[in-house]
């Protein structure tokens, strides 16, 4: 649906900027029709809806493309291609599955090949469109490196087109600058080690880098929003980041919290709590009944939850309950000393053995421990 409706898009603007070619002044572009521009920017919207996490990225790549195109002399029209291209180069993401492009956690390799497409479908997309020629190939290869280790042609060096160049390092910059769902911002002195980095693995065009370094010296551009999908991104995060059966939230939730939190000095402790025996429950009982009790302990372990609001973030004095799999629940606790760590979970085991007629395995898997920043490799053994 996204696709075609982006395309109609695309084939509305291009013929409404050719059909106006000849009699139309300029005004906000050199190249580019008021009108064209106008359609442009309804496109970039169009992709920031469906990656609403991300929204204004393109905006502000193609503010640093366009800043750095300036230093490095570019002509007008250059100027102008950069900054459309710089609007356009994620709207192949229409493409990708929504299933890959909100994922919570990392992605696998099957995942990562797919939305590496993206700037390939871009391409495509916009193959067809009058006066886009001249950015195509920007837009194809924004993603390739000058050792040759990009996509999706693994082009090197020269063979890397000019404007797509300029494009790569500043979409590298605003991702590392822009929040992100397991992290911050990054302030600027990291976001520069980090293309340093870049620049010492022969990855970036060194002709282009100390103009960019200008630029980004001047600032995170700041952009308006003019739309807001917030209301449509909390449901999407309730839906990927919540177990359908209890509503409790799931394993990606889990991981993505601990994620944040590593990333502050907040102490955590974390149980597991498993029923005993649950399939011989579920045999003797059938699997709808199995499935009330899942959901009736669920109902307990939401009370102890200390905040009601859907948004998983990491703030002292928090407990955030868990369903991972099958009968295995997990509580997080956020910044409480060992000593109500402790009382909690033998109060809570007790009460939920009073209240269901089956017995539970608690285990403690860590307590009062600062998150490590590898809480991913881990925490690789939760099933």
Not at 21 to 44: D, G, P, R, T
Request: hydrophobic share 35%.
């Amino acid at each position: 649906m996204y696709l075609n409706y982006a395309i109609n898009l695309i084939k509305l603007s291009t013929y409404s900027a050719y059909s106006n070619h000849h009699k139309c002044k300029i005004s906000i572009m050199n190249k580019y029709s008021e009108e064209f521009y106008s359609w442009i920017k309804v496109l970039n919207s169009v992709v920031e809806t469906r990656d609403a996490y991300t929204q204004g990225h393109s905006v502000r790549v193609a503010y640093y493309a366009q800043r750095i195109g300036e230093k490095l002399g570019l002509s007008t029209d250059e100027l102008d291609d950069l900054h459309i291209a710089g609007l356009l180069h994620d709207i192949g993401k229409v493409g990708i599955p929504d299933s890959i492009l909100h994922k919570p956690g990392k992605l696998d390799y099957e995942e990562r090949a797919m939305i590496q497409m993206h700037s390939e479908i871009s391409s495509q997309l916009l193959k067809d469109g009058v006066h886009l020629e001249s950015i195509l190939p920007m837009i194809r290869h924004h993603h390739e490196q000058m050792d040759g280790s990009g996509y999706p042609d693994g082009l090197k060096g020269e063979d890397i087109p000019f404007g797509a160049r300029i494009l790569t390092i500043a979409d590298i910059f605003d991702a590392l600058t822009s929040k992100r769902v397991y992290r911050d911002a990054m302030d600027y002195d990291k976001a520069i080690s980090i293309i340093q980095e870049f620049i010492d693995e022969g990855k970036l065009d060194t002709t282009i880098t100390p103009a960019a370094f200008e630029v980004f010296a001047e600032g995170v551009y700041e952009i308006v929003e003019n739309v807001n999908f917030q209301e449509l991104e909390d449901k999407r995060n309730t839906f990927f980041y919540t177990d359908k059966l209890t509503s409790l939230y799931n394993r990606d939730a889990l991981l993505m919290l601990l994620k944040k939190a590593s990333y502050n000095d907040c102490v955590a402790s974390m149980i597991e709590i498993d029923i005993v025996h649950f399939k011989n429950y579920n045999k003797k009982h059938g699997t709808y009944k199995g499935d009330e009790l899942l959901q009736e302990i669920s109902q307990e372990l939401k009370k102890l939850q200390t905040s009601t609001k859907n948004k998983l973030l990491p703030h002292e004095k928090m407990i955030y309950p868990f369903r991972l799999d099958s009968d295995h629940f997990y509580l997080l606790y956020l910044g409480y000393g060992y000593d109500f760590f402790e009382h909690k979970i033998i109060t809570l085991e007790h009460q939920l053995e009073k209240l269901f007629d089956v017995d539970f395995k608690m285990r403690t898997l860590f307590e009062n421990k600062k998150i490590p920043k590898n809480i991913e490799i881990e925490m690789a053994y939760l099933k």
